[in-house]
């Protein structure tokens, strides 16, 4: 069965930066699409960016300009660069995927989330 799982979370002051990985594993014919959500607590869950077939990259409006995100240099995983973080980016990041595994069919993926704190 597909696994995603998450790193780079921590804990970084206003300003900072931190970047995080993802890498799918498991039974994988194809991505169709790769993207960071992240969910503050008391909140729900927002698209942060994903990148998608074709090669087109969604971003929040909140984090244009700053974050980053990029496929790897392996097919399997991704990355998001956060730049000038500000405490409202406060969240547990979550990778999220569809991909077609041994389903034969395109199904979405979560991994369990890693947490950044943006404080002083």
């Known amino acids: 069965q597909v696994q995603l799982v998450e790193s780079g979370g921590g804990l970084v002051q206003p300003g900072g930066s931190l970047r995080l990985s993802c890498a799918a594993s498991?039974?994988?014919?194809?991505?169709?699409?790769m993207g960071w959500y992240r969910q503050a607590p008391g909140k729900q869950r927002e698209l942060v960016a994903r990148?998608?077939?074709?090669?087109?990259?969604d971003y929040a409006d909140s984090v244009k300009g700053r974050f980053t995100i990029s496929r790897g240099n392996a097919q399997n995983t991704v990355h998001l660069q956060m730049n000038s973080l500000k405490p409202e980016d406060t969240a547990v990041y979550y990778c999220?995927?569809?991909?077609?595994?041994?389903?034969?069919?395109?199904?979405?993926?979560w991994g369990k989330g890693t947490p950044v704190t943006v404080s002083s």
């Open positions: 999220n995927a569809r991909i077609t595994g041994g389903a034969g069919y395109g199904m979405d993926y």
């Open positions: 498991g039974i994988i014919f194809s991505i169709h699409a």
């Open positions: 990148v998608i077939s074709g090669g087109s990259i």
